[in-house]
């Protein structure tokens, strides 16, 4: 296992990693190691990360392909948060939207609840998520960073 910090434009992020892949992004700093932290597998998967990361905040990465190294699991949660990952840059999804595309359309709260739980802000992309009432809705990073992370992709929900 690793962990850095990255000095992004909204504040500090925390960064954890196996040898297999990312394993925590933290939207309020630095991380707690998770094991030995001289893995250079996992310190070579935080390079990767903390290089996309600037490209995507200086406008010049729409996707991640850092590997992730996440068991979601295959109950809701791990559906919607995988169905997430296919919510394109620059668009939104509503939390009922990404409820019906996990295969349980009346399950909008329980969607925003996946959403609070995920590891891997920005690269699993929850701030994408909004309210169908207006408005952008809640993010674990606060609001003013979900609307930042909004306007970055040009969304016009921001």
Same mark, same amino acid.
Not at 85 to 94: D, I, M, N, S, Y
Not at 98 to 103: P, S
Not at 129 to 141: D, R
């Given at each position: ?13 925390g ?8 394993v ?16 250079? @597998? *996992? ?5 990767? /990360? !903390?290089?996309?990361? #600037?490209?995507?905040?200086?406008g010049?990465?729409?996707? =991640? ?16 948060l ?17 409820? @019906? *595309? ?5 399950? /909008? !709260?329980a969607?925003? #609840? ?8 920005? =690269? ?35």
């Amino acid at each position: 296992m690793a962990t850095t910090s990255f000095d992004s434009p909204l504040g500090p992020l925390g960064l954890a990693a196996s040898p297999r892949g990312l394993v925590e992004v933290s939207l309020r700093g630095p991380v707690a190691p998770h094991g030995p932290e001289d893995d250079p @597998d *996992a310190r070579a998967i935080l390079d990767v /990360a !903390r290089r996309q990361l #600037t490209e995507y905040f200086a406008g010049e990465r729409r996707e =991640f392909d850092v590997p992730l190294d996440v068991d979601l699991g295959d109950g809701f949660r791990g559906r919607a948060l995988a169905a997430l990952t296919r919510v394109p840059f620059g668009e939104t999804v509503t939390y009922g939207g990404l409820a @019906d *595309a996990a295969g349980y359309p009346k399950a /909008a !709260r329980a969607a925003g #609840t996946a959403c609070s739980t995920n590891p891997l802000a920005i =690269f699993i992309p929850c701030h994408r998520v909004v309210p169908a009432s207006g408005g952008i809705g809640k993010y674990g990073g606060g609001e003013p960073m979900k609307r930042a992370l909004l306007e970055l992709e040009g969304t016009a929900n921001a």
